[in-house]
């Protein structure tokens, strides 16, 4: 079992930034694929980003792609969510995810029903 715990959620400006955090315990973590979702106000939740277990292959979707940066600290068990330039439409509740056998890339990682484990979410409310 793995268990996740999302940080680093706030209120910010439109243009600002914030950093999530996502800690893992629990079974090894260096050798999941970790992505980011989020779940806007009405809205379905949607793939963010995701790293490969060595941190070499990162993905994005397109909506967040140049102002978001996913990276992961191997030693410290966590996954990094990067946000810059920061927009009122990425207000959401993210969650973070770990994939114990991610079998490609963006096609697989960018789907959720893929993830084995799943973190409580944290808000982000970017005002305009």
């Known amino acids: 079992q793995v268990q996740l715990v999302e940080s680093g959620g706030g209120l910010v400006q439109a243009g600002g930034s914030l950093r999530l955090s996502c800690a893992a315990s629990?079974?090894?973590?260096?050798?999941?694929?970790m992505g980011w979702f989020r779940q806007r106000p009405g809205k379905e939740r949607e793939f963010v980003a995701a790293i490969w277990w060595s941190g070499g292959n990162t993905y994005y979707a397109e909506s967040v792609k140049g102002r978001f940066t996913i990276s992961r600290d191997n030693a410290k068990n966590t996954v990094y969510l990067q946000m810059n330039s920061l927009k009122p439409e990425d207000t959401a509740v993210y969650y973070c995810?770990?994939?114990?056998?991610?079998?490609?890339?963006?096609?697989?990682?960018?789907?959720?029903?893929?993830?084995?484990?799943w973190g409580q979410g944290t808000q982000v409310t970017v005002s305009s």
């Open positions: 995810a770990a994939d114990e056998r991610p079998l490609g890339g963006s096609s697989w990682l960018g789907r959720e029903t893929n993830y084995d484990y």
């Open positions: 629990g079974r090894p973590f260096s050798s999941y694929a």
